[in-house]
């Protein structure tokens, strides 16, 4: 029930490096046409890299690894496509529904076709006010139990970082700082808390990644922070953020999409700048730490794809 495009089959076969990347984003988190564009970017910035991308979707009820541009452009330019977390995968193959993976959908569908890396903006996590609401994103339990490296630029500006960053200490996930010793927040350059633990270079994330799964660790989030020139400070995000949340609160579910456009709104488009940078950024380190993973696999078979 899984399809892998021939391009990305190839390179797995000949333990090439791949890079996952989710539609999500491209259905829910940019608006079109930039959405296309940076899909695209972001799959040739991992190509220059000389790595394999994987946009990971499902279409008409078929989950696929690697979409074609074709295919990107028809998910960017539907402004109706579903979004599937780990839930819903198997819901939207019976009804043959054609749906954006998140986070979560994203990791499990990667982990099934035997890819370690994937790149994203950034996570799902503990909202603001969830100790009313309950309401926390699976991405953290996807990340507790599915053996894949994310790389992202933190968890989302608009959530509760101190409590996402609690949640994934008691669910055992480690957070890795790249160039960087406290947590991005996606929109912002640093949420000022610390991460576990910093590395510098790309060999030293596959390094320990290795070390991770040996030990029977699973998911590995590695966050890099938007360049700060490109970022929001901190006042100027809260004030957006406080008027945008004002106009959506009474949404529900449908809230975050609805916040990320006021957002747009709100910072004059700055909000849609900086992530775009931010996901060809993480397509970029991820590219890197795939080409150094597959660098340290021609020496010792430890894979996720290994791991019972």
Known sequence: MLTIRPDVAASLREGSPVVALESTLISH?????????????????IRRAGVTPATIAILDGEPIVGLTSAEI???????HVEKASRRDIAVAIAKRLTAATTVAGTMLLAARAGIPVFATGGIGGVHRGAEH??????????????????????????????????????????????GTSTFPAFFLHSSGLPVQTRFDTAIEVAGFLQLHWAWGGRGVLIAQPV????ALS???????????????????????PA???????????????????????????AASIALSLAKLRTSESISPANIA
Not at 168 to 177: A, H, K, N, S
């Open 227 to 230: 360049a700060e020139e490109v």
């Open 29 to 45: 988190g940019l608006p079109w046409p930039m959405n296309y564009q940076t899909a695209i970017e972001a799959e040739e910035v």
């Open 133 to 178: 609401s309950f309401d926390i994103s699976s991405d953290l339990l996807e990340l507790s139990r599915t053996p894949v490296a994310v790389v992202c630029a933190g968890a989302k500006s608009v959530l509760d970082i101190p409590k996402t960053l609690e949640m994934l200490e008691t669910l055992g996930v480690p957070v890795l700082g790249f």
């Open 259 to 285: 916040l990320l456009a006021k957002l747009a709104n709100f910072t004059s488009g700055k909000t849609v700048e900086v992530n775009r940078e931010l996901i060809l950024a993480n397509a970029r380190l």
């Open 73 to 79: 452009e028809r998910f960017a330019s539907n402004p």
């Open 234 to 256: 901190a006042q100027e995000f809260e004030a957006a953020y406080q008027a945008a949340h004002a106009e959506t609160q009474e949404l529900g579910p449908r809230v975050t």
